[in-house]
């Protein structure tokens, strides 16, 4: 229902526009369109090193969020001893909090710079998995307040991913560069269930599954650190903003 709800936006608000600056499709059949033109971007974001490195560090990073996001009920109800109405009410409150989440990274942003809110971001979320591990059981207060900062963290980061990323896209390039951007972050999306269930499987319990997802975290800002936004703006052509 919620996102039902706000697909109205869209639908009655947007409307297509002539495309400018586009890069021709190749001829032949849709598949081979597909991966003809999937294959042109890889070679030429190759080109792009500072783009390339963001988007691999974002891959590491988003896996290890979606992961948390995915496992929080199943942490909550075979770890925690939550009912099935604690559970539902906590992702719905994470959902609400993202929203305002999403506008004080903004402005945090504005302040410090999108990478380094990205980078403060990402070692939130080291702490969140961290205090997960250590979250007593049946407590809900302990619980909601998680919720509360995954919800605070979720927004913010995801929103200004997406920000920095299109500062690094070639002009004419960014339905290509955004589609590879969603495609790798849906690729990749097992890497960290499969961490999660096969540390629960070595240790038996899912306190050090949860903690373990802070590697995703750890790897992605290591990458994230070495990118050189200044020089990855240039190079894609764009203008360069005040701060970064």
Request: glycine residues 10%; without cysteine.
């Amino acid at each position: 229902m919620w996102w039902g709800a706000f697909t109205f936006i869209p639908f009655v608000k947007l409307r297509n526009r002539p495309p400018t600056h586009v890069v021709p499709v190749r001829s032949g059949s849709l598949v081979r369109q597909s991966f003809g033109q999937l294959a042109a971007t890889l070679r030429h974001m190759r080109t792009y090193p500072m783009t390339l490195l963001f988007l691999v560090a974002y891959l590491f990073f988003n896996d290890g969020i979606q992961t948390v996001i995915s496992v929080s009920s199943t942490y909550g109800e075979k770890q925690l001893g939550f009912e099935t109405q604690v559970l539902i009410a906590t992702i719905l409150l994470v959902q609400f909090i993202a929203f305002f989440g999403a506008l004080a990274f903004g402005r945090f942003a504005r302040r410090f710079g999108t990478k380094r809110t990205i980078m403060g971001g990402l070692v939130f979320w080291m702490l969140i998995v961290v205090a997960g591990f250590l979250l007593p059981a049946r407590q809900i207060v302990p619980f909601l307040a998680m919720g509360v900062a995954i919800g605070v963290v979720l927004g913010g980061t995801q929103a200004l991913s997406r920000s920095a990323f299109s500062q690094l896209i070639p002009e004419g390039r960014e339905a290509e560069y955004f589609s590879l951007y969603q495609a790798g972050e849906r690729g990749t999306s097992w890497l960290g269930t499969l961490v999660f269930g096969l540390v629960h499987q070595i240790t038996g319990s899912y306190r050090p599954a949860i903690v373990a997802l802070g590697l995703f975290f750890l790897i992605g800002l290591v990458l994230l650190s070495r990118v050189d936004m200044r020089r990855g703006i240039t190079e894609a052509g764009n203008t360069q903003p005040a701060l970064i």
